[in-house]
């Protein structure tokens, strides 16, 4: 574990505490422990694993988990999980666990369909790189080519 990343767990703490103190709930939602949860209930964890070992290709298990999780598509599980979940419509959302799913789920996916389905709330996506000029790159150097309306904090 980086000084870095214990430095952002601290922030966060203290972030959510202040929404709260504000009257404002948070709700956290991990998006690996989110996917993993949802993947597992349609499949065995070791049926994925057997996919990659057998076609030698992450990609083909990266588009297995993206259809068994329906991404970008009306009924997606992943976001039909978040927004069962959010109390109310003032509610703060914080997305972790981003680059723990790297790359079987894209965090711009999620964004933006979010940001579709979102009446109103403030999201706040813990993002393990750096942000430049509109542009996310994971982990400092992966760039995505999504432009975003993010701002960094």
Not at 33 to 48: N, W
Not at 67 to 76: A, N, W
Not at 125 to 142: A, S
Request: some cysteine; glycine content about 6%; proline content about 5%.
């Amino acid at each position: 574990m980086t000084k870095d990343e214990m430095r952002i767990r601290q922030w966060t703490k203290n972030e959510i505490e202040l929404f709260r103190r504000a009257h404002r709930p948070v709700v956290e939602f991990d998006l690996y422990k989110i996917m993993a949860e949802l993947l597992v209930e349609k499949h065995p964890r070791q049926k994925y694993e057997d996919l990659e070992m057998r076609t030698g290709s992450m990609t083909r298990v990266v588009n297995a988990a993206n259809s068994v999780l329906q991404i970008g598509r009306p009924m997606d599980l992943m976001l039909d999980y978040i927004v069962k979940r959010i109390p109310q419509d003032n509610a703060v959302i914080l997305l972790t666990g981003v680059g723990k799913c790297y790359p079987l789920l894209r965090s711009h996916k999620i964004l933006n369909d979010l940001h579709d389905r979102l009446a109103q709330g403030i999201v706040l996506m813990m993002f393990p790189g750096r942000y430049e000029d509109g542009y996310l790159y994971l982990f400092g150097d992966v760039k995505d080519g999504n432009n975003y309306r993010a701002k960094p904090i």
